[in-house]
């Protein structure tokens, strides 16, 4: 492959385009990787790292208030949220340099720039022609927002990580993870949040228990969800901004923030000119090696639209990498992929929902159980967590595992990995559970609701 510049020329340096370069690179590649803004991409810019972030920040307000329940007398107290965007924009920065660090010490070239595609083996970086045996597409997602009067005035969850003060009011449209995640955000840290939603309940593909469980739970918190509720226009008013619903009532807020949708990023880099398929949604059609119908241009992550999560595009990555340089032609696998939503109280999801189950197995038994944990039984706190295991009858083997509650995430993390395996009921009753624990719960439901 002497006869081009690389052997491998990535688009994008978020996480998937940075491990496919550096795996290619350990493998003997000649590698380079093109990125117009920040490293890191949108997981660590805009998206998981400084959403995480700022949902630990909201958690000190419930402690400060359960501490007294405890024995802790605490004085006055207040949050400064300048404080937290200029120290989350400080760790953002260093994590940037980590990944310039990880990509030159693999001798992955980074050029600063954007690319374009030109045909099958060349691309464009700030006037400079380039060459290359491989062409790996790895340019994202970008959120999206719909066509309704005065939308300009709102804002997108890009936005939203930068503002340079903290509304009083806010409304969050959409129903997805990121408006759940930034409802939960906004109100922790103390504004008064409404969160409309089109459809008579969110998180939409999600099990209909947690669905149900985390409103009631939000709502209970004192989040104002309006459910089969959208906004038809939006106009700027003095003191703030004002949204007429399409049922003919109107809010007063001074923050709109749109998540009700991320499109794959691909538009302006030469792809449908160099004869790149791309679906009605912009996404790269790829099969199941991820590569396009050009074959010397391959795509992952949010690009194509399969299961967009950070831990997914790498996998896909790593997959291009041993696909085109390590010997081994390697699909990614894309069935028990675990997953997180960082509401308040978060949710950790593996495998099917109740719903998918019965439409895929003859019969199933499903256990279910909710509780009020320790922690609450001393700060007085009317919160419940709720976990729940999905069996295929015939098998006895566990197909579905959701939790909703505190460090959800954390505790699927490690069940997916039975699930994963193929875990039984029966592996599960003959488990040992650590008490006092929440986690002991998916070892210890016995009889199926």
Not at 243 to 271: C, H, M, N, Q
Request: proline share 3%.
């Amino acid at each position: 492959m002497a006869e081009f510049d690389y052997d491998l020329f990535a688009i994008g340096a978020g996480s998937g385009g940075v491990r496919a370069c550096r795996v290619s690179a350990s493998l003997g590649a000649r590698v380079a990787v093109a990125e117009e803004s920040d490293l890191g991409g949108t997981c660590v810019n805009l998206g998981c790292i400084p959403k995480k972030l700022f949902v630990y920040a909201c958690h000190f307000r419930d402690d400060f208030e359960d501490a007294a329940g405890f024995g802790w007398s605490l004085g006055d107290r207040s949050f400064d949220w300048p404080t937290l965007v200029a120290n989350k924009d400080r760790e953002i920065t260093r994590l940037n340099e980590v990944y310039r660090k990880l990509l030159a010490d693999a001798g992955v070239d980074v050029i600063e720039g954007r690319a374009r595609v030109q045909d099958s083996n060349t691309l464009e970086v700030g006037g400079r022609t380039i060459t290359a045996a491989n062409i790996l597409i790895a340019t994202g997602s970008e959120p999206s927002l719909p066509d309704v009067p005065g939308v300009e005035f709102a804002m997108t969850s890009d936005q939203a990580f930068h503002l340079s003060e903290l509304p009083r009011r806010a409304i969050v449209v959409g129903g997805g993870y990121i408006a759940v995640e930034f409802a939960g955000i906004f109100h922790g840290l103390g504004v008064a949040t409404t969160q409309l939603y089109r459809g008579s309940l969110f998180l939409r593909g999600f099990d209909d228990d947690v669905r149900t469980f985390l409103a009631s739970e939000m709502r209970g918190r004192g989040v104002d969800l309006r459910f089969e509720t959208n906004v038809a226009s939006i106009e700027k008013v003095s003191g703030g901004l004002r949204a007429s619903l399409e049922d003919g009532s109107v809010l007063e807020t001074d923050a709109i923030l749109y998540a009700t949708g991320r499109g794959p990023r691909t538009r302006g880099f030469g792809l449908e000119e160099a004869g790149v398929a791309l679906d009605e949604q912009g996404a790269v059609s790829v099969d199941a090696f991820s590569r396009s119908s050009v074959p010397s241009i391959w795509a992952i992550g949010d690009a194509t639209n399969r299961i967009n999560l950070t831990p997914v595009a790498i996998h896909e990555g790593i997959c291009v990498a041993k696909t085109l340089f390590g010997g081994v032609d390697t699909k990614p696998d894309h069935t028990g992929v675990a997953s997180a939503v960082f509401s308040q109280p978060a949710i950790g999801t593996i495998g099917l929902s109740e719903a998918a189950a019965r439409e895929t197995y003859r019969e199933i038994d499903v256990f279910r159980s909710t509780f009020r944990a320790l922690k609450h039984t001393l700060t007085g706190r009317d919160e419940q967590a709720m976990m729940k295991l999905i069996v295929d009858r015939a098998s006895d083997r566990v197909v579905g595992i959701h939790m909703v509650g505190a460090d959800a995430g954390e505790i699927v993390q490690g069940f997916a990995v039975a699930l994963k395996c193929g875990a039984t009921k029966a592996q599960f009753d003959a488990t040992i559970g650590i008490h006092p624990t929440s986690a002991e719960e998916f070892v210890t439901m016995r009889d199926p609701v």
